[in-house]
């Protein structure tokens, strides 16, 4: 049943993206497949890990348990005896996966744990009873199923809640539980040496919408696409890197990742997470199949930024789309995006990601997008970004600082920093050393892109590694913006001091 869910959801996600002509068919097949199946899954246990429970041992005195790595649910076997091997009340792997009782004679009490149900209504429960063998003696052989809602008296299933003796292999149910929490109570014994009691499929579900607090949903300008690694480095990954723009704490089990064809339709819809968590005010989330393959290229401050998402969306090499949406599959970000749009002076923009330069302009207008600086190496997952700009001023400003330098390691005014504060980013810079009489002595930077704001610092050395004569010299920076505009600024100062 949980394949025909997921074929459900993603029919719902597809219905979304076709033209009208073929949604009454689509519609048709969902109203098949939806006869007779599950809406939402709550919480299950399908017993995957075998030998988890408690069980003898042939020396008829020993017991063995093993509860490690289960967090979904608990055994009491108090009241159990286990005099052989083969007594137990543990998983096995029968079938896929299965919780037993055999010969345990006594009371074993498998519980839940707590299940959070207060954001649904009209609750689900339901688990298949089995049992093998000829006992049929009502209190050495049964599975009773109960639920229990907070802090009430537990109370049997609806239907089939109640297994006594012979009764070969019942689904039992539980409709219409409402509360803040749940658990599941199965009392189990089988007091026969070959008769067993099982246990599986358990499934708490539900049909209804979710109660969602609305504060907690994105909408749009919200949360935004920040950067975009399409073209990864052998061995790397693709990753869409989001922030959340917003005051408020975002659920991301509301949103989802997407692509377009060639016809600007929606086509691969990814859910980011099925998990309740929430996406903090004012922070980054980088999304990839596996973190790992991507910082082992890159730095970054916040590792805890990163999640891994199945199946992310293929996003092509030299071109496509990164579209952000919630359930309503509403667009809440969307940007476009091709290798061209990387500097061409990149020798190969492989590695290379796309950052988004402003969150005030749309992300689908490509000026609002450029390669990330080779000094951040290339791509900032996690972090600001090394183009993002800042607040637009009315003028592009070069400072340098100290006027005098006197680079001979003692500490004091050994290099020289040059800032810059444009108008806008992204232009290719040149910066030059001359010295009093116009003779160049170091090309400090060669067609590097610019930020909004940054800084270059020169420790007094010749290109050649030598070092620079005492005396004044000139920074010329000239900037040049993608239409061939070109600005230049001239600042100058002096080497003192004896040079070491």
């Known amino acids: 049943m949980k394949h025909k869910v997921r074929k459900i959801s993603s029919l719902l996600l597809i219905f979304h993206t076709m033209r009208p002509l073929n949604r009454f068919f689509l519609f048709l097949l969902f109203i098949f497949l939806t006869i007779n199946t599950f809406g939402k899954i ?16 042939s020396d008829g005195q020993s017991v063995h348990i093993d509860l490690s790595t289960i967090e979904q649910w608990s ?53 298949t009873a089995r049992e093998t063998g000829s006992g049929t003696k009502p209190e050495k052989k049964y599975l009773k199923a109960y ?18 003796g012979n009764w070969s292999v019942v689904t039992a149910s539980q409709p219409k539980v409402n509360g803040d929490s749940l658990r599941i109570v199965v009392h189990m014994n089988s007091s026969y040496a070959n008769d067993k009691v099982i246990l599986d499929d358990i499934r708490v579900w539900t049909d209804q919408p979710e109660i969602v607090d609305k504060s907690q949903l994105a909408e749009v300008g919200d949360v935004l696409i920040n950067e975009v690694l399409f073209d990864p480095y052998p061995g790397g ?40 968590l929430l996406f903090k005010p004012k922070s980054y ?16 401050s916040c590792p805890d930024c990163f999640m891994d998402v199945d199946d992310l969306p293929a996003y092509n090499n030299n071109s496509g789309d990164v579209v952000l949406l919630d359930d309503s599959m509403d667009v809440i970000d969307e940007m476009r995006y091709s290798s061209k749009m990387h500097d061409p002076l990149l020798v190969d923009d492989e590695g290379v990601s796309l950052e988004r330069i402003s969150f005030n302009d749309p992300a689908l207008d490509p000026a609002n997008w450029a390669s990330a600086r080779g000094s951040a190496h290339f791509a900032t997952p996690g972090d600001q970004n090394s183009m993002a700009g800042t607040k ?20 004091y005014h050994d290099y020289l920093s040059i800032s810059y504060q444009f108008t806008k980013p992204n232009y290719v810079a040149n910066l ?27 420790t007094g050395k010749q290109s050649n590694g030598q070092r620079c004569r005492l005396g004044m010299y000139i920074v010329m920076l000239e900037i040049r913006d993608d239409q061939g505009n070109t600005k230049r600024f001239k600042k100058a100062f002096s080497v003192t001091d004896r040079l070491q």
């Open 42 to 57: 709550i919480w299950e246990e399908k017993f995957a890990v075998p030998e988890k429970g408690v069980w003898g041992d």
């Open 392 to 411: 637009v001023q009315e003028y592009n400003m070069v400072t340098i600082a100290p006027k005098s330098i006197s680079p001979n390691g003692d500490g």
């Open 75 to 127: 055994i009491n076997y108090d009241s159990c005896h286990f005099a052989e091997a083969d007594d137990y009340v543990k998983t096995v792997s029968t079938s896929g996966g299965r919780f037993e009782a055999r010969d345990c004679d006594g009371d074993a009490i498998w519980s839940s744990r707590w299940i959070d149900i207060r954001r649904y209504q009209q609750v689900n429960c339901e688990l």
């Open 285 to 300: 989330l980088v999304l990839c199949e596996d973190a790992e393959k991507v910082l082992v290229f890159y730095d970054t």
């Open 237 to 276: 990954t693709d990753f869409v890197e989001l922030y959340n723009r917003s005051e408020k704490s975002i659920r991301l089990d509301h949103l989802h990742l997407a692509n377009r064809d060639e016809n600007a339709d929606l086509k691969t819809i990814v859910p980011i997470t099925s998990n309740e």
């Open 432 to 458: 030059k050393i001359f010295d009093a009489h116009g003779a160049p002595v170091c090309d400090l930077v060669k067609n590097e892109r610019t930020g909004t704001t940054g800084e270059w610092i020169w």
């Open 147 to 164: 639920f229990q809602v907070g802090n009430q008296e537990p109370k049997p299933f609806e239907s089939n809640g109640i297994n006594e």
